[in-house]
């Protein structure tokens, strides 16, 4: 149960994929079938599997929401209870976030990735996060040689250097499976093109202040995709823990595949252990810090199930919302984890991201690259230009907020002392 309070404003409905014309639309009856079609060919699963992913295809075009059918899935009395009240609509005529979400749960419920089946922990998007992170090596070089050379063994750090990582995390946001497979695109460098000149909002001096002002005993990270993306995660988070910046790090990850490339532990420990594996000294350093913050209890790697629901922020369960209290900045990536902040409505694109947020436990920094129509917080006059400068701005990729609601000021600084 949660008790989160919700935003200060009315909220707007839902994105449903039957609005002509959306993006939302697209997404669900070409984009899902699609991914499903990519799953049955790049495993090698027996033909009731792939029947059941082929059913899924055809079901999203002229079926029916339907209840979850794996008695033993820890998740299955929530996710009927989630679909109560959409049973019977069809796939386009439900909330947009609540279709990707089920879509991604009953891939899990195809190939009975949950404890009592053949395939229990299986996950049918390895190969993409695998070319993912594979075709970064040389990003990967790069980027471990950066992050090495900005420890400071005098115990002071340069906010420069913090503020490059912060934007290197924000566009490896753009190394997204679901929408751009791997060895189809590119996006696997951190760097986009006139990178500063694409960020609608950039919120990084607030959260540097934030973080160079007071001592942070917690900083909690709300991690988006596996491959790249975490490479350019794990050198944010590294420069936080090897300077000292925070005593603790928790490392919120999903509890099973979904969304393509969305990261699981099991995929941080993966990449781990593929940094350890390379044979460069610049790699093998960065990876060898990581693991011994894990070991030592430093950055901690948690799940929950609230990840792959269709739950809206402001819904997050009791326990979870209690966590997030104790953070004195939680860090979220990705354009899955925005649409979730902002529950995936119809907010206008100028209202205040912190009124929307203000439920939120703790001090907040989005770190995003806008692939669906929601946002907030931009300016009027911006938006004008944008859309004779881009008519495609909101879904391609092309452009990143760093969007912070600092309000929690008091609570945070209880929390600190």
Known sequence: MSTS????????????????????????????????????????FPAEIVQKLEAIASEII??????????????????????????????????WFFAETYFYRRIMEAIAHFPYGAWRGYDPFKQQKHLGLTAAREAIERLSIQVNSYIQTSGEWDSSHLTELIYTALWGNQADLSLWPAGESDRASGKAPGAVERLLVDDTAVVTQLLTANPVKRIDFVADNAGFELIGDLCLIDFLLVNKITTRLYLHLKPHPTFVSDATVEDVQQTIGALLQMRHPQIQAFGSRLRDYITVGRMRLVEDYFWTSPLAGWEMPAALHQEFAQSSLTIVKGDANYRRLL?????????????????FPSPVVALRTLKSEVASGLASDRLTSLDREDRHWLTNGNWGIIQAELRSTLQSEEVLN
Not at 24 to 37: D, F, Y
Not at 69 to 84: R, S
Not at 345 to 359: E, K, L, S
Request: charged share 20%.
């Open 343 to 359: 529950g995936d409505r119809h907010w206008a694109f100028d209202t205040p991201f912190g009124d929307i947020v203000a439920y």
């Open 62 to 95: 002229t079926g029916s929401i339907r209840h979850l059918q794996d008695p033993e899935a820890p998740d299955l009395a929530d996710w009927n209870g989630y679909i109560q009240p959409l049973l019977g609509k069809s796939w386009v005529d439900v909330p």
């Open 5 to 44: 309070p919700l935003p200060k404003l009315p909220i707007p409905p839902a994105i449903v994929g039957a609005e002509p014309g959306s993006f939302a639309r697209s997404t669900v009856l070409e984009r899902l079938p699609a991914i499903a079609s990519r799953v049955i060919a790049e495993n090698d």
